[in-house]
């Protein structure tokens, strides 16, 4: 990432993480396949190369966990009450 300043780097790691973890439960309603969706992706940036220092590896575990702690206690998708019905 060399367009990008090292302030912006950290910052992202800090917060892409976990909300990739969170949007991929909201999608997949499984946080065990959202998780790996995305270590899936963040390994494939370091492998391509876009990951060099260990502060961002860090950075991006802890998201990661944070993300997957808050799905864990995110609750299923409430449905909504249909107001045609009379109950």
């Known amino acids: 990432m060399n367009g990008i300043s090292e302030g912006t780097q950290l910052i992202l790691a800090i917060f892409v993480p976990g909300l990739l973890v969170v949007l991929f439960t909201r ?49 299923p998708p409430k449905e909504k009450k249909d107001e045609t019905t009379l109950s």
């Open 27 to 75: 999608i997949t309603f499984n946080k065990w396949v959202a998780l790996v969706i995305t270590i899936a992706l963040f390994t494939a940036s370091v492998i391509a190369g876009y990951t060099r220092e260990w502060i961002h590896y860090v950075l991006d575990a802890a998201s990661m966990t944070i993300g997957f702690w808050y799905a864990t206690r995110m609750g």
